[in-house]
């Protein structure tokens, strides 16, 4: 017994949510920090404002997916987060552009990154319960792909507004242009219609159907049954110990970056750290007080013993998510001061030099989202031809060429070479650590697991966002450019860590193909 391989156009309205949700979230992406200074947002408060969204999803995700895991219903396991989250999202759209005051609009910000979190980590989950292993490829690809598309058309669609429909760029004082705010009603139409599309022409697999699929599997490969969840995991003093060792460090943290008045950004990574010990102590007094099983209580206890539970292929992977997500937030973050800098020869905003460099990176950016959703459609085949992770290690190393050559590309027309690798790597990114990691989860636990997973994107966010601006400060003389070779080497890193990864669904994707 195994799942039923789908047709192109089932793995197609499988993913095709995607590409509303990251309409989305690349309008959120681009338009954020316009819409906050508009209202009055000083330019050092931007960071602070920007952590909240993934700090967001660092707590959603994980919820979520343990949700999800246990729902059943009419509209199946996933597709009611799918729903509820686009109908939030689209809601947050129409308010954003809109809001009179700065606090309104950072309330929408998060309610944003909440809903859209609300309806991406089911996604994941989806292809994992819907696909054999040997069709995961595929469908974490059109995933790429349909990310790919949703970017350029966001980061296109207040040009296209305007260019093509006449809709005026011109902001109103205290407003956004209208280009700007048509942009968020035209995204927010098609993100839920996009949802839609993959709720009613999408079925799933029931909770025993996936339960008989796990044991049929486990019979061919002659793997024992697992043992329950009962009883397994860190004892209660395990937790206090690791809780009060993480709470200290999170507190001397603290301590060190006020005495020392470093940026306030630094607060954010100190919280975590203590956040994560605070966890770990609730966790040691619900398992002391036999709270785990039920309720509110019992969910976040179980989430806590999934963390120390992962599979090994996902602790594999947890690092090259690491070092990967270093690297793109490194670009991200850097790439506009690099080449207005390095390339354009100046670092004054208000010259025309550097707004000329600042609109081409915008270029280069919905480049490489271009390209990705082209190697979204090569990179199932290269996968077939090799491995996934060869084909994650070859990927991951043109986007590490990609980031390195920026410092030696003098003419800055030439750059979108380099975003042409980047492209590969980001494509990659997006699908073949979950088509490796789906394969060796459980599938009673596949949304909590991936919910989790979100942690290794979200944590080197946090780190890049507090930390690449102290190390560009202190060891390159403030020169951005440098940031995007700490980039690369982190995509290095990422490629050499894959060949640690074991990938127990490739042999019988290979035998398959």
């Not at 909240?52 to 009419?74: H, M």
């Not at 609300?118 to 069709?135: K, S």
């Not at 594999?316 to 670009?331: D, K, N, P, R």
């Amino acid at each position: 017994m195994t799942r039923t391989r789908l047709n192109f156009f089932q793995i197609w309205n499988m993913c095709f949510g995607f590409f509303g949700i990251q309409i989305g979230f690349g309008l959120q992406n681009a338009n954020t920090s316009r819409i906050f200074q508009t209202l009055g947002a000083n330019v050092d408060d931007l960071a602070i404002l920007w952590i909240a969204a993934p700090a967001t999803g660092l707590l959603v995700q994980p919820i979520i997916g343990y949700l999800s895991d246990r729902t059943w219903g009419r509209l199946g396991r996933r597709r009611p987060y799918f729903l509820w989250g686009a109908l939030a999202t689209t809601a947050a759209l129409v308010v954003m552009p809109n809001a009179p005051a700065l606090w309104i609009a950072a309330s929408a910000l998060w309610i944003m990154d909440a809903s859209i979190n609300i309806t991406m980590e089911p996604f994941r989950a989806f292809v994992g319960d819907n696909l054999p292993d040997e069709q995961r490829t595929t469908g974490y690809a059109m995933q790429s792909f349909f990310i790919g598309l949703g970017a350029v058309l966001a980061s296109a669609l207040p040009w296209m507004l305007t260019h093509w429909f006449s809709v005026s760029n011109v902001a109103p004082a205290g407003g956004v242009p209208p280009s700007v705010r048509m942009a968020f009603y035209v995204g927010g139409a098609g993100l839920l219609l996009s949802v839609l599309w993959t709720v009613f022409t999408t079925r799933e697999y029931s909770p025993d159907q996936l339960a008989a699929f796990e044991a049929a599997d486990r019979a061919r490969k002659g793997e024992p049954e697992p043992a329950a969840d009962a009883g397994a995991g860190r004892t209660a003093r395990a937790y206090v110990l690791g809780g009060a060792l993480w709470t200290a460090i999170g507190l001397v943290l603290v301590a060190g970056i006020a005495a020392l008045k470093l940026e306030k950004e630094l607060y954010v990574l100190a919280a975590l750290v203590g956040g994560f010990g605070l966890a770990q102590l609730a966790a040691a007094a619900l398992k002391r007080n036999g709270a785990t099983r039920r309720g509110f209580s019992g969910g976040f206890a179980e989430i806590i013993e999934d963390l120390f539970r992962m599979p090994a292929t996902m602790k594999q992977l947890a690092v090259v998510q690491f070092f990967s997500w270093f690297g793109l937030f490194a670009m991200w973050i850097y790439t506009t001061s690099a080449v207005t800098a390095h390339h354009y020869h100046t670092t004054d905003t208000a010259s025309r030099a550097y707004n000329d460099g600042a609109d081409w990176v915008g270029v280069l950016f919905a480049a490489y989202n271009g390209v990705a959703a082209i190697a979204a459609l090569l990179i199932p085949l290269i996968a077939r031809a090799t491995s996934r992770r060869l084909s994650h290690v070859i990927c991951l190393s043109l986007g590490g060429l990609g980031l390195l050559s920026f410092p030696f590309i003098r003419d800055p027309v030439l750059l979108w070479i380099p975003m042409v690798g980047v492209g590969f790597a980001w494509s990659s990114i997006l699908s073949a650590p979950y088509s490796i990691l789906s394969g060796a989860l459980p599938a009673r636990k596949m949304g909590v697991y991936m919910g989790i997973f979100n942690f290794f994107i979200v944590i080197p966010q946090l780190l890049a966002a507090t930390i690449l601006g102290l190390l560009v400060k202190t060891f390159f003389g403030g020169a951005s450019i440098w940031a995007l070779v700490v980039g690369a080497a982190a995509m290095f890193a990422a490629a050499l860590c894959v060949f640690a990864v074991d990938d127990p669904g490739e042999p019988k994707a290979l035998s398959k193909t």
